[in-house]
């Protein structure tokens, strides 16, 4: 009987450093032939060309494949599962298959789609990697402090509801075998043990957990993690199988800014920062033209900490900007008109 394919799924929320820590996958791969399938929740696909332009050949997956129209975890039998056949179909086949999920998917409905028939005697999941941003949750923005929340609920009815971001956070820890805490380097030992206490409420008990920082993890940890987790899929639940409810993205609004050619990075910098700080925004990401340069600016934003820096890459003068439902794309956009 030939060996199943071991594939991988890398979960996380915005801006977590899923893209960063698939690259350092790619780069330590040994010569694996690695397929990556990019899953962005817009219509302006990006991630993916953070690899395939990569100048250096160590970094470039063996195929890239972008799911652009819609959430994976919402379009898992119209997109994904055609997607995965037809990599199955390939000669020869890949080693591993890498999946990258958009930051506001739930990874539960795609490691169900490993039990589909056509799929689940060829491929079996390695391991589902949920990226913890080590420092954003120190700071409180994606896992909330409990009795906090519960007095500000008290105080304000209109706030009697849950949290999606609180939600997903959880959810895609839920569903993890291997947590890696990234941007660890940005935090002290006191804030990584808080964040570890955080994650610790919604992981699974089998749970691994690791530390990354900018220089990232080797192969070795990422891949060979063994854990077929199509076995139990369906015992990973998620807030919306215990409420019976559907995951509803209406709960989070995208849109793509056009953005005329900046004097300098640091006014492009300046700008987003503007704009992040509009309410609702939780991600701004995409590529600018800067005066002079021959390269875009590569533009990474999440919270209150932006980072710029030039790279080769199309779709230079456009950005996505990521948010709950509700956001003045108008007064958004209006930070970054000529």
């Known amino acids: 009987m030939t060996a199943r394919i071991p594939a991988t799924i890398v979960t996380g929320f915005l801006g977590a450093g899923k893209t960063t820590l698939i690259r350092n996958l790619i780069a ?3 010569g694996r032939r ?7 929740f817009g219509d302006m696909g990006f ?6 332009d990569c100048d250096d050949d160590d970094c470039k997956p063996d195929t890239v494949i972008e799911l652009t129209n819609g959430c994976i975890c919402c379009t898992v039998a119209d997109d994904f599962l055609p997607t995965i056949e037809q990599l199955l179909a390939r000669e020869p086949a890949p080693d591993h298959i890498v999946i990258e999920t958009s930051g506001l998917a739930l990874p539960q409905p795609l490691v169900r789609a490993f039990t589909w028939p056509t799929v689940r005697h060829r491929v079996t999941i390695d391991g589902v990697i949920t990226v913890v941003d080590a420092e954003a949750v120190a700071a409180g923005r994606f896992a909330h402090d409990e009795e906090a929340v519960a007095a500000q609920r008290a105080a304000d009815e209109s706030l009697d509801h849950e949290d999606p971001i609180e939600e997903l956070f959880e959810d895609q820890l839920s569903c993890a075998d291997l947590i890696v805490f990234s941007k660890t380097d940005l935090v002290d030992a006191k804030q990584i043990e808080e964040v570890a206490e955080i994650v610790a409420r919604d992981a699974r008990k089998e749970a691994r ?3 990354a920082n900018a220089s990232g993890l080797p192969a070795s940890v990422l891949l060979g993690v063994g854990a077929a987790a199509e076995d139990d899929a369906f015992e990973r639940k998620s807030h919306h199988d215990l409420e019976g409810e559907e995951h509803d993205h209406d709960d989070f609004d995208t849109f793509i800014v056009d953005v005329a050619e900046l004097p300098s990075i640091e006014a492009l910098g300046s700008r987003v920062r503007a704009a992040m700080a509009e309410k609702g925004v939780l991600r701004i990401k995409g590529r600018a033209s800067v005066a002079g340069k021959a390269a875009p600016a590569v533009v990474q934003a999440v919270g ?3 980072d710029t820096y030039f790279a080769p890459g199309g779709n230079a003068g456009r ?10 794309a108008a007064a958004i956009s209006a930070h970054f008109k000529a």
């Not at 690695?34 to 962005?40: F, H, K, Q």
């Open 47 to 52: 991630d993916g060309s953070l690899l395939s």
């Open 28 to 30: 330590g791969a040994e």
């Open 209 to 211: 957990v690791v530390h």
């Open 34 to 40: 690695i397929a990556l399938i990019v899953n962005e």
């Open 319 to 328: 950005l996505v900007v990521i948010g709950e439902r509700g956001l003045d």
């Open 304 to 306: 209150p900490r932006v």
